[in-house]
Structure formats: structure tokens, C-alpha cells
């Protein structure tokens, strides 16, 4: 499968990384075998995320509400990023990857937050994708957080605009994706980017997160370059 079309290909393109449990389970492993399949994933994404010169790929990894699974996942969840990050830092950095991650991180163990800074500060100055990790992450902390700040600063009621309340959320800087994938059948957000999805195109697969490769991505790719983004306005305007 090729991506022909190259003028409308997403800038940014956010995946909520789902079904790995279903898939293992289906193959009669438990769930962590899932997980670690799910990697492989990971790393397919974002070589082709360079390949087709997409410049955001956010992940959602690991949720706020995902803190209430058994705390035996948890821990081999935690393994796994630790592990992972550490086995392809160098080969981010090769590929002129920059490491970014979004979440409260402040929840995470002492080795995983050491890791995870680590590779940030590594690949600081890479520019050819930024690979946006959300870490024990929720939208709805995300946007209390920002409150929280803007409010501590002493802004005034009339000087809270869309783009400074945008400037506090975790996101900052980043813009906002053209692209939402979620595999796995399931068809909700999960408290992932609810403030930065205002106008992004939702597309869902019945794949799993495990089978999720190349192919897969294109065909989502493709899927987005059939839809038309029309901001409110009518067909008529955007055709002018
Ligand atoms: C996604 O797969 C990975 C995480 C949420 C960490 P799941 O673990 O949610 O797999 P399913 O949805 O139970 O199959
Ligand atoms: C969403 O998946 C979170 C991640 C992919 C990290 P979940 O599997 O946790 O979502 P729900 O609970 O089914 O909505
Ligand atoms: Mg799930």
C-alpha cells in the first residue's frame, strides 16, 4: 500500500493505542503478552509517521483512569516503558525524533520519570517529528491544571482567551492534530485531548493495537484525505 497524495497528508496525528488485552486474551496469552506486542506498533508508527513527513504523533500510553487496573499490569506496564525507551533511544535520536511527553508524570515511579527525562533532554534539539507520549494522562487534569495556574497568576476575566487557556494546557506549543485514530472497535475518547479535538477527524479501526502497522496507517491516512474539513462554513466556500 502507497500514500499517492502527499499535499494533504496530517501535520499531526493523535492514536489511542487500544485492545491490546482483547488481542492477547483472543490468542489465549494474558494481557502484558499484549502490551509487549504493542511496541512493535509503536515503532512501525512512528517510522512511518517519518516516512510520510508527519510532524506530531501523539500517543496515548497510559491513562489517569488506567492507575485503577490490577496493580500487576501497572507494574509490567511501567517495565515496558522503562525498557522500551531505553532500547530506542538511540535510534530516535538517529531518526531525528524529539521525545515529548504530556500527563502527570509526577505519578509515575521514580525510574520511569528518570528514564522518560532522560530521553527528553536527549533528543531536545531533533526537529524531523515530535513523538508526543501522554503518561498518565486526562484531559480533564489537563484543563483543571490550566485553570488552576491561570487563575493563581491573576489574570483577569477579560484577558482569558482561547489562546492563553490553549498556552497552559500540557500541549502547549503544540498544534492541534488533524487526525484522530483509535483501534480496537471502540468508539470513545477515554478523556484523551478533549480541548485539542475541537475540529479533528475522528477515525475508528476494528484492528488491535498489536496489528496496527504500516498499512494500517495509511489507510487511515486515506480515509482523511477523503473527508472534508469545513470549519462551519458550507462545501461552496471551501471549493472557492
Ligand atoms: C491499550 O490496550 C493499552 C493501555 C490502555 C495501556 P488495553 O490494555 O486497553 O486493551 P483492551 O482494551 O483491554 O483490549
Ligand atoms: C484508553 O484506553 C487509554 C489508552 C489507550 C492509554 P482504555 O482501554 O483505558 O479506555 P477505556 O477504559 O476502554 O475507555
Ligand atoms: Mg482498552
Excluded at 502507497?2 to 496525528?13: A, F, W, Y
Excluded at 503478552?33 to 496515548?60: D, Q
Excluded at 483512569?65 to 506496564?77: G, Y
Excluded at 506549543?173 to 475518547?189: A, D, F, M
Amino acid at each position: 500500500m502507497e500514500l499517492k497524495d502527499k499535499s494533504s497528508i496530517p501535520n499531526h496525528v493523535a492514536i489511542i493505542m487500544d485492545g491490546n488485552g482483547r488481542w492477547a486474551k483472543q490468542k489465549g496469552f494474558d494481557r502484558i503478552y499484549g502490551h509487549s506486542n504493542g511496541v512493535e506498533s509503536v515503532r512501525e508508527s512512528i517510522k512511518a509517521a517519518r516516512e510520510f513527513n508527519i510532524k506530531y504523533l501523539t500517543l496515548y500510553a497510559f491513562s489517569t483512569e488506567n492507575w485503577n487496573r490490577p496493580k500487576e499490569e501497572i507494574a509490567a506496564l511501567m517495565d515496558l516503558l522503562v525498557s522500551t525507551i531505553l532500547a530506542e533511544i538511540a535510534e530516535l535520536s538517529e531518526n531525528d525524533v524529539q521525545l515529548r511527553t504530556i500527563g502527570n508524570l509526577e505519578l509515575l515511579p521514580e525510574n520511569c520519570k528518570n528514564t522518560l527525562k532522560e530521553a527528553v533532554e536527549k533528543t531536545a534539539s531533533n526537529k524531523g517529528l515530535t513523538l508526543v507520549l501522554a503518561l498518565s494522562y486526562s484531559s480533564r487534569w489537563e484543563i483543571t491544571n490550566a485553570v488552576q495556574s491561570i487563575v493563581k497568576k491573576g489574570y483577569k476575566h477579560n484577558e482569558i482567551t482561547e489562546e492563553l487557556v490553549s498556552s497552559y494546557l500540557n500541549t502547549a506549543g503544540i498544534p492541534e492534530p488533524e487526525l484522530l485514530i483509535r483501534t480496537s472497535g471502540e468508539q470513545r475518547i477515554s478523556n484523551f485531548l478533549l480541548w485539542q479535538i475541537a475540529y479533528t477527524e475522528f477515525y475508528f479501526t476494528e484492528v488491535h493495537w498489536p496489528d496496527f502497522n504500516r498499512d494500517e496507517f495509511i489507510k487511515a491516512i486515506l480515509e482523511y484525505q477523503n473527508r472534508e474539513r469545513r470549519f462551519g462554513k458550507i462545501s461552496e466556500q471551501i471549493n472557492a
